[in-house]
C-alpha cells in the first residue's frame, strides 16, 4: 500500500510542481509586460497562467499545455506577422478612405460617433479599454474551462488558431489600418476635442498612403472574431454566456470607440467567425459557406462597388442586418439541433 501511494504521489508531486513552476514564471512574465507597457503580452500571460492552472486541476494529456505557450509567443511577436520587416520603411496605399467612404452609408461615420459617445464617461472608456486588451486573458480562460473535456481542447485550440492564420492571410485582401491611422485620427481619437463625422467623410473613396509602421489588421476584425469564438465555445453554460455576451458587445463597442476598425470591418467580423467555428461543430457546413462567401462579399464591395452602397443605405443597413443576424441563427440553429 506504501508503495502504491508512493508510486500514485510522484507523478501528482511532479505536476504540482511543474504547474507552480510555470504559472510562478507566467505571473511574473506578465507583471514585467504590465510594468512596462506591454498589456497585451501581460494578459497573454494571466491567460496562459489560467490554462496551467486548469490543467493540473482537469489532468489531461500533456499536449494541451501547447496553447499557454502559443498564447503567449504570438502576442510576445505578433508585429512580425503584421508590420513590415526591420530595415523597411516609408509608406503604402491602403483602402481606409474606401471603408470610412462606405461607412457613410450608415448615416455617419459609426467609429467616430461611438468614440464621441464613449468619450464623455472616464470610466467607460477604461472598460473599453481593458476589454480590447484583455482579449488574450479571454481566449487563455475559455480554453482552459476546455480542458475536463478530453476530446474538445484540440476542437478549441484549433478555431482560435485557425482565425489568426487565416485572418493574417485575409488581410490582404483588403489593406485596412483603421480611423485612428488615418490624418485625422489624433484630432478625432485622441484629444479632448469632438470630432464631427461629417467632416472627415471623404467626398470619393481612393487609395490613401500610411506608414508601414501601422499595421494592416482592419478587414476582418478578427478581435471581434475571437470574442464570439470566446462566447460560442461556451454557450451552452448559462453562467459563461452571461460573461461572453456582455464582453462581446464591450469588444464591438471597444474597437469603434479606440478607431481601431470601421463598422465593415465587424459586419465582415460576424461573417469571419463562422468559419473557424466550424471546428468546433457550431457552423456546419452551411456557416462554413456563408462566413467565406459573406466575407469576401464586403471584400468585394468595398473594394470594387463602394458606391453601390453609399447611394444606397438601405442595402447597406439590410448587408450589415443579415451579417450579424444570420451567423447568430447559423449559431443558435446548431445548437437546437444537437439538443
Known amino acids: 500500500m506504501r508503495a502504491?501511494?508512493?508510486?500514485?504521489?510522484?507523478?501528482?508531486?511532479?505536476?504540482?510542481?511543474?504547474?507552480?513552476?510555470?504559472?510562478?514564471?507566467?505571473?511574473?512574465?506578465?507583471?514585467?509586460?504590465?510594468?512596462?507597457?506591454?498589456?497585451?503580452?501581460?494578459?497573454?500571460?494571466?491567460?496562459?497562467?489560467?490554462?496551467?492552472c486548469a490543467w493540473f486541476w482537469a489532468r489531461p494529456d500533456l499536449w494541451t499545455l501547447t496553447p499557454a505557450g502559443i498564447l503567449v509567443l504570438f502576442y510576445s511577436y505578433r508585429a512580425i506577422f503584421l508590420t513590415p520587416p526591420a530595415g523597411v520603411s516609408g509608406e503604402a496605399p491602403t483602402f481606409d478612405l474606401y471603408a470610412l467612404y462606405v461607412d457613410a452609408a450608415f448615416g455617419t461615420q459609426p467609429s467616430i460617433w461611438v468614440h464621441n459617445l464613449a468619450a464623455r464617461s472616464t470610466p467607460l472608456m477604461a472598460i473599453l479599454q481593458v476589454t480590447y486588451e484583455g482579449l488574450p486573458l479571454a481566449l487563455g480562460i475559455a480554453y482552459a474551462a476546455c480542458l475536463k473535456d478530453s476530446r474538445r481542447p484540440l476542437r478549441v485550440f484549433a478555431a482560435m488558431f485557425f482565425t489568426a492564420?487565416?485572418?493574417?492571410?485575409?488581410?490582404?485582401?483588403?489593406?485596412?489600418?483603421?480611423?485612428?491611422?488615418?490624418?485625422?485620427?489624433?484630432?478625432?481619437?485622441?484629444?479632448?476635442?469632438?470630432?464631427?463625422?461629417?467632416?472627415?467623410?471623404?467626398?470619393?473613396?481612393?487609395?490613401?498612403?500610411?506608414?508601414?509602421?501601422?499595421?494592416?489588421?482592419?478587414?476582418?476584425?478578427?478581435?471581434?472574431?475571437?470574442?464570439l469564438l470566446v462566447w460560442w465555445v461556451h454557450r451552452k453554460n448559462r453562467i459563461?454566456?452571461?460573461?461572453?455576451?456582455?464582453?462581446?458587445?464591450?469588444?464591438?463597442?471597444?474597437?469603434?470607440?479606440?478607431?481601431?476598425?470601421?463598422?465593415?470591418?465587424?459586419?465582415?467580423?460576424?461573417?469571419?467567425?463562422?468559419?473557424?467555428?466550424?471546428?468546433?461543430?457550431?457552423?456546419?457546413l452551411f456557416g462554413l459557406s456563408f462566413g467565406a462567401l459573406g466575407y469576401l462579399i464586403w471584400v468585394a464591395l468595398i473594394r470594387y462597388r463602394p458606391e453601390l452602397l453609399v447611394l444606397h443605405p438601405p442595402l447597406a443597413w439590410f448587408a450589415l442586418l443579415v451579417s450579424v443576424a444570420v451567423p447568430l441563427c447559423v449559431v443558435h440553429s446548431s445548437r437546437m439541433k444537437r439538443q
Open 165 to 227: 492564420v487565416i485572418g493574417v492571410l485575409c488581410y490582404r485582401l483588403l489593406p485596412v489600418c483603421g480611423p485612428a491611422y488615418l490624418p485625422f485620427g489624433d484630432r478625432c481619437f485622441y484629444s479632448a476635442v469632438a470630432c464631427l463625422p461629417t467632416s472627415v467623410t471623404p467626398a470619393a473613396p481612393r487609395m490613401i498612403d500610411i506608414d508601414l509602421a501601422w499595421p494592416r489588421n482592419g478587414m476582418p476584425s478578427l478581435h471581434l472574431a475571437w470574442a
Open 4 to 52: 502504491q501511494r508512493n508510486g500514485s504521489g510522484r507523478p501528482l508531486t511532479f505536476r504540482f510542481c511543474f504547474v507552480a513552476a510555470c504559472a510562478f514564471c507566467l505571473f511574473a512574465f506578465a507583471t514585467y509586460s504590465f510594468v512596462h507597457g506591454s498589456r497585451g503580452v501581460g494578459y497573454a500571460s494571466l491567460g496562459a497562467t489560467a490554462i496551467c
Open 240 to 284: 459563461a454566456s452571461l460573461v461572453a455576451i456582455p464582453f462581446v458587445f464591450l469588444t464591438i463597442l471597444a474597437t469603434l470607440a479606440y478607431g481601431e476598425h470601421y463598422l465593415v470591418d465587424l459586419a465582415a467580423g460576424f461573417c469571419f467567425a463562422l468559419i473557424p467555428s466550424a471546428c468546433i461543430g457550431e457552423s456546419g
